[in-house]
């Protein structure tokens, strides 16, 4: 018997974590592709027991420094849930704000730093080279993601780990002094994400561009919608299947009646996927791709253009191929920035009627947010004295975990003789050619990372 050939691709790079891929090959062919998720479990849904239900909107957002708005207010939505609380539409126009300025230095950072080298300095693959090709877009990039950051400080108090989503509201207005400094540095922020839309589209349809360069693997897709319109922070869920065809919409508390969860012995993430079609056919995907795929239309004509001209690429909807995602991120930026400018210059987030009273109860509550990856679940359970209970938590990254790991199978058989060559013939292969199908994904690898196998003796 031929003696399987061990191959891994570590460590990976240009993305927010560690991770792994591993192969075997057992007679010339491609017997297994794991992705592993190699960073310690969190453990943030059993330490979250026990705990005031009006603390998790502070305390579950220490599971990623990226995406921390994210759970923010998918923490503070799964509280109200449980409590029955319905806030004022001030706070909840606070919240969209900061959503989107959490977008914005997110989808930057990707799109600048993470994945253009791919595509911009294919032959030397990482920021230093794009910010010799282009200086002015690296400093642009920046400046982009300084301008996220400055409006999640304006209405979250600070860049990093906001903190002013309360259980009933916001903490306070958007002050009006912030607010004139976020006008001025609005347009330059717009004509930043557009020349960053722009140049995706042209480098993806130029020689070298990757579009139908990896597999494109019909899957389901989830999303949030709000009557057909692109959302991300409120709305109704959606399944859609691979023919594009709705195949479920749903309230975002009903997401276990759809949704159950898998574990393998090989990673520290959860494997999602839809119920009905079990855990081997039940795969699907979330993020920038699947919310444009689940969505009739964008926020925006601006972003509708990019929209358009995504789909006109790639031949109608649903699109497959895991390249969009970088067009589907590019349209989703300019889509966040005008609706960021539009919040802005609305001086109701100034008011007053930000927050009303609370009283803590017991219930269960799903709090859902379109993270800049995709799906994010918060579901809490809380007793009579508002302590919570019981957590559960599934985050965008482990959505697509599975899909990613298809992918990279099906490109690794296509580039095995390659990758079997030694070193470094075998590692120019993997970054150059597999790297960048994984980056499409922009996974959060922190944030996934909340399985732990326990053995007692």
Known sequence: ????????????????????????????????????????????????????????????????GICSVAHHLGSVKA???????????QAVKLRHLENFGEYIHSHALHQVYLALPDFLTPDTPNVLAVAAENPALAKAGIELRMFGQNIIKAVGGRMIHPCTAVPGGMAGPLHE??????????????????TIADLYFKLATQEGGKVGYYLSDPTHYLGLHNKGVHDIYDGTLRFITPNGKKLHDFAPKDYAQYIAEDAMPYTTVKYPFIKEFGPEKGNYRVGPLARLNVAKKMATELAQSYHDQLYELFGGKPIHDPIAYNLARSAEMVSVVEQAITLIEDSALQEDNYRIPVEPRAGEGVGVVEAPRGTLFHNYWTNDDGIITKVNIVIATAQNVRTIEYAVQAKAQELLPDLLKPAPESHYTASRLIEPLIRAYDPCISCSVHMIELITD
Do not use: N, Y
């Not at 909107?57 to 220490?62: A, G, I, K, T």
């Not at 006008?183 to 004509?191: D, N, S, W, Y």
């Open 79 to 89: 509280v109200e849930g449980a409590w029955g609380v319905t806030p004022p539409e």
């Open 177 to 194: 002094e912030e607010r004139d400094k976020l006008a001025k540095q609005a347009p330059k922020a717009l004509k930043t994400a557009q």
């Open 1 to 64: 018997m031929t003696k399987p050939q061990h191959i891994e691709i570590e460590p990976m790079t240009r993305l927010e974590g560690h991770a792994k891929i591993s192969l075997d090959v057992t007679g010339g062919k491609l017997t297994k592709c794991h992705f592993h998720i190699i960073e310690s479990p969190r453990m943030f849904e059993r330490f979250m027991e026990g705990i005031p239900a009006e603390e998790a909107p502070q305390l579950s957002e220490r599971i990623c």
